[in-house]
């Protein structure tokens, strides 16, 4: 006998699975957030002239880099608990697991954006008598940020397709929704199908869009 297609149960748990939806974005957005506000602290670490400090920058971005966000879901939900008494929610666990590998990608984009500013820019705040500080906070980080908006949003794109693992430590996204749906009617592949298409849309939305912003971005600095 073979596999009987039932569309039905989409339809019926539209709202379950959008609200599943809305679970996986909040969880995507934040993290995506605290992983740029924290990238762009170790890039401005690794750039700097202590060695000190920018040695344990440089191994922090390396380490996480390279430690897949599906382990990291795991030692941050499942280990931390092991080692002291801080157990997180499964949500906050997902957040600080997608910030942590978001923020090593965000400080190579932010490292890349700020060694892009043309140098003459820097040496023209000097001649107007700014310091250091002003002349990073008021001439290189606005033509920084500039350049690392596409790449960032890109990093948001990536950030999101790795959020559909948030599910395995019990975030009730809609991955988590469609696999409670299946178990229930033992229809894995209607659910599993309509959830990766969403995704996959939403994803190819985004793509889209940034390629237009680049598009829009050279434009401008060609005139």
Same mark, same amino acid.
């Given at each position: 006998m073979g596999y009987r297609y039932d569309w039905s149960l989409v339809t019926a748990n539209l709202d379950r699975l959008f609200v599943g939806l809305g679970v996986l974005l909040l969880v995507s957005i934040l993290g995506y957030a605290l992983a740029m506000t924290v990238g762009l602290v170790l890039a401005l670490l690794r750039m700097s002239p202590f060695v000190p400090v920018r040695y344990p920058a440089t191994l922090v971005v390396e380490v996480f880099r390279g430690i897949p966000l599906f382990l990291l879901l795991f030692l941050v939900y499942y280990g931390l608990p092991t080692v002291g008494s801080l157990v997180l929610p499964p949500i906050t666990a997902a957040v600080i697991s997608l910030a942590i590998t978001g923020a090593a990608y965000a400080a190579e984009i932010y490292r890349g954006a700020l060694l892009s500013v043309e140098n003459g820019? +820097?040496?023209?705040?000097?001649?107007?008598?700014?310091?250091?500080l002003q002349s990073l906070r008021d001439v290189v980080l606005p033509?920084?940020?500039?350049?690392?908006?596409?790449?960032?949003?890109?990093?948001?794109?990536? @950030?999101?397709?790795?959020?559909?693992?948030?599910?395995?430590?019990?975030?009730?996204?809609?991955?988590?929704?469609? +696999?409670?749906?299946?178990?229930? !009617?033992?229809?894995?592949?209607?659910?599993?199908? !309509?959830?990766?298409?969403?995704?996959?849309?939403?994803?190819?939305? @985004?793509?889209?869009?940034?390629? @237009? @912003?680049?598009?829009?971005?050279? +434009?401008?600095?060609?005139?």
């Open positions: 820019q +820097r040496e023209a705040a000097d001649a107007l008598g700014l310091s250091g033509q920084a940020f500039r350049i690392a908006v596409p790449p960032g949003l890109s990093l948001f794109i990536a @950030l999101l397709k790795g959020a559909t693992f948030v599910s395995v430590i019990g975030v009730a996204d809609m991955f988590y929704v469609s +696999r409670d749906i299946s178990l229930q !009617f033992f229809a894995p592949f209607e659910l599993y199908t !309509f959830s990766g298409v969403v995704i996959i849309s939403i994803t190819l939305a @985004l793509a889209g869009g940034v390629t @237009l @912003l680049e598009r829009r971005l050279a +434009r401008s600095v060609a005139r």
